[in-house]
């Protein structure tokens, strides 16, 4: 049973150009969450996916836009980067939106903008 | 004011010897509170979680923690650590909806 993956897994971009990334929740999971996680920080909630609606924001700007699809798995798009989006980003799936079922995370994708 | 609040940003430990890894919790956040390790270039990995009942909390790989509502803490324990358990701690809880706030991060170094 394969657990959360994202893809790539490295990627570096330059100031203003777009960038998708990629999960792909764990089998049975149907909620997709997203996290920023800066060098040397905890990770930051961006998004959360439920049914192909984004459910829950944080406090992130309107560049950072998210999609889910039929089978669950998700993308996270980010426009106009800039420097300080440099960093790892966590894809997490749960199954449902209840606060006692466990999200697992994935390996990430570490977003380097140069 | 940060929600979770982990007290140290580094713990350096010898091997086999106990640690103990604090984090506060304001009343902003939930208290379905957790644990989570991450080794380096991975994600995380959940260690353990209180959702209620006991308040103390058995995890993998030999961690517990404890849920004090009055001290509004969750400590994170080992009564020996190995080499291998050197990696980033991050406590957590819900803040709104299932959304998790993480802490800053406890950076734990078992040398031996």
């Known amino acids: 049973d394969a657990g959360v993956t994202q893809s790539p897994t490295h990627l570096i971009k330059t100031r203003g150009q777009q960038v998708t990334l990629r999960c792909s929740p764990k089998s049975g999971h149907d909620t997709v969450s997203w996290y920023q996680q800066a060098l040397g920080q905890g990770p930051q909630f961006i998004f959360q996916?439920?049914?192909?609606?984004?459910?829950q924001r944080g406090n992130f700007p309107d560049r950072f836009s998210g999609h889910q699809f039929p089978n669950y798995s998700s993308e996270l798009n980010v426009n106009a980067l800039l420097l300080g989006d440099s960093a790892l980003y966590l894809c997490?799936?749960?199954?449902?939106?209840?606060?006692?079922?466990?999200?697992?995370f994935g390996p990430g994708t570490r977003l380097t903008v140069l | 004011a940060q929600s979770v609040t982990q007290l140290d940003s580094q713990v350096p430990v010898f091997e086999e010897a106990p640690v103990e890894l604090r984090c506060n919790y304001s009343s902003s956040v939930s208290v379905y509170l957790f644990w989570y390790v991450q080794y380096p270039n991975q994600g995380l990995q959940l260690l353990l979680k209180?959702?209620?009942?006991?308040?103390l909390v058995k995890g993998i790989n030999g961690f517990e923690a404890e849920f004090n509502k009055s001290q509004t803490s969750f400590h994170l324990r080992k009564p020996s650590v190995h080499i291998s358990d050197t990696a980033e701690y991050f406590c957590?809880?819900?803040?709104?909806?299932?959304?998790?706030?993480f802490g800053k991060g406890t950076t734990l170094s078992v040398s031996s």
């Open positions: 957590a809880a819900h803040q709104a909806g299932t959304a998790l706030i």
């Open positions: 996916y439920y049914e192909e609606e984004e459910r």
């Open positions: 209180y959702l209620s009942g006991s308040t």
């Open positions: 997490a799936s749960t199954k449902g939106t209840s606060r006692t079922n466990e999200q697992f």
